[in-house]
């Protein structure tokens, strides 16, 4: 069914069925159609690390593996991280609006969560902004009790994240004057400041595997370009939790190229990708 070849590894048909079927019951993602050499070429270092040339012992050995380690490295090899700094900046236009109404109004506990983070540049944009908001105010990160949640299915992107190290190309949607005052050179690349990064905290979690852990009472939540991999099953469940761990009033985020359209959910849209959710 499986051999290596020319140094690759193929897959047949009924195989991939099976990859697909574990990755969707593990982690929600569906895979499409035609993938199978993507999928491939991006297993095939593990399997090479394993001694393994068959795909089909591959999946009995994740699905044998009672500790979850190996399907944590599998999803990290399979996931696809794309993002950046300021990505579709809509969202971070609204996230200024509705803080800066909450400090006017006098509140002084906000709460965000990035819920698919990446390599981190999604939540650091969210604290640059969040701390931008403060010092418009005249108001400083110790006048307010602010945190930002980010949380993602890969153990690999939450490591970069935890690093927070960014090369001088990832840092071009910076704007100069905040790349000065919230990043410290550091040989060629950049390292978020300490006063940014104390502000996030970093977990782990799978999307597809409700309930979430968390208390909740976020006031924004962005959920952005990983609705893309889940079927509409899956996004209504994924919906429903945010719905419940956002406060009441509180305001969603999901992609540009995403839609809610077609599943239930408890918000009503505000603009494209915004929505928000009712009071009490
Ligand atoms: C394309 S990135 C989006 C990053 C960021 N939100 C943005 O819009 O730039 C998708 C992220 O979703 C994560 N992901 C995929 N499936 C997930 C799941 N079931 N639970 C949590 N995160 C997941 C991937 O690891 C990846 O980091």
């Not at 270092?45 to 040339?53: C, E, N, S, W």
């Not at 108001?139 to 890969?154: N, R, Y």
């Amino acid at each position: 069914m499986v051999e290596s070849g020319s140094g690759g590894i193929h897959i047949d048909a009924r195989t991939f069925d099976a990859f697909c079927a574990l990755v969707y019951e593990r982690a929600g993602i569906t895979l499409r159609e035609g993938k199978e050499s993507l999928v491939t070429a991006r297993v095939a270092r593990r399997m090479h690390q394993l001694g393994q040339t068959s795909v089909a012992d591959y999946i009995a050995h994740v699905r044998a593996d009672a500790s979850g380690e190996e399907m944590v490295l599998l999803l990290d090899a399979i996931a696809t991280n794309t993002t950046s700094f300021f990505r579709e900046p809509a969202a971070f236009t609204m996230l200024a609006e509705v803080v800066g109404g909450l400090l006017e109004r006098g509140q002084r506990r906000i709460r965000v969560w990035s819920a698919a983070s990446s390599t981190g540049e999604e939540p650091f944009t969210i604290a640059m902004v969040l701390a931008e908001v403060l010092r418009g105010r005249g108001l400083d990160e110790q006048a307010v009790d602010l945190a930002v949640l980010a949380t993602d299915i890969s153990t690999k992107v939450l490591d970069r994240c935890r690093n927070a190290l960014y090369s001088e190309t990832v840092l071009r949607p910076v704007p100069a004057d905040l790349r000065a005052r919230y990043f410290v050179r550091q040989g060629e690349a950049w390292r978020v400041c300490d006063r940014l990064r104390a502000l996030v905290t970093f977990n782990r979690l799978n999307l597809a595997r409700p309930p979430y852990p968390m208390k909740g009472g976020f006031e924004v939540v962005f959920c952005r370009n990983v609705m893309i991999y889940f079927d509409q099953a899956v996004r209504t469940r994924v919906m429903a939790e945010v719905g419940r761990l956002l406060a009441p009033g509180g305001w969603l985020a999901i992609g540009s190229a995403e839609s809610l359209t077609g599943i239930r959910h408890p918000f009503d849209q505000v603009r494209p990708s915004i929505y928000r959710k009712g009071p009490p």
